[in-house]
């Protein structure tokens, strides 16, 4: 059977945008059109495109059709994309996964649907990752790590090897995880924290912000 590469994006703010751009010009997919909830709708082209109420998707593409992707933030800690996620699912359609042609992907890697792997990307040896995860630019996704579904990891984390990152976490800019570490479910890391010990499901784990020293910067040297 031929793979079917026609989608509809699930969404019309920020990330739909983004996800038109990078699924037309840097995949085999063509986007066809855009669903949104209709308590949210608010028109009804979006980049010359129809824009469909969510509740009637299969009456304009038909799931056997065409594929789709939930194009949605890391709102309410990844519970609103999760949800989009799960109702796409139930009506039938296969969820598509974007990555860049500019991420280093391994070859044994495993990545799941729904999954939106931006460019500088390093995903290296027997990583696994889930459905519906976001890795935004520049990350460095150590050998053998485990991110779970629902994920989201902002850019420049790195991520050491033999890591595994639990369901529905938030990772800040710059945030920085030892090996072996295991991030628990619903755990919200902060830009710039370095992880150094496992964490606890629901905890959030913040760097102390930057404080002014006593002295000048000219009179620091460097």
């Known amino acids: ?25 840097d995949s085999p997919h063509e986007v066809v059109g855009f669903a949104v909830e209709t308590e949210y709708k608010k028109r009804d082209e979006f980049f010359g495109l129809p824009v469909v109420a969510f509740e009637e998707i299969e009456k304009h593409f038909n799931p056997h059709d065409y594929q789709a992707f939930a194009a949605i933030s890391y709102t309410q800690l990844n519970r609103v994309r999760t949800r989009i996620f799960r109702a796409v699912k139930e009506k039938g359609y296969t969820c598509a996964s974007y990555v860049s042609s500019r991420a280093f992907v391994w070859h044994n890697v495993e990545i ?29 996704i150590g050998h053998d790590s485990v991110i779970e579904d629902h994920v989201f990891v902002s850019s420049h984390v790195v991520i050491s090897g033999h890591v595994r990152v639990g369901a529905y976490s938030f990772l800040g800019v710059n945030a920085t995880i030892r090996n072996g570490i295991a991030i628990a479910p619903h755990s919200l890391i902060g830009a710039g924290a370095v992880v150094m010990a496992d964490t606890e499901e629901h905890g959030a ?18």
């Open 1 to 25: 059977m031929k793979e079917n590469h026609k989608i509809v994006i699930i969404g019309d703010g920020e990330t739909a945008e983004l996800a038109y751009e990078y699924f037309t010009y």
């Open 112 to 140: 799941g649907e729904n999954c939106f792997i931006f460019e500088n990307n390093v995903i290296q040896y027997k990583v696994k990752i889930g459905d519906n995860v976001v890795l935004w630019s520049g990350n460095h």
């Open 205 to 222: 784990y913040v760097q102390r912000p930057a404080q002014r020293l006593d002295k000048k910067s000219d009179q620091i040297k460097l």
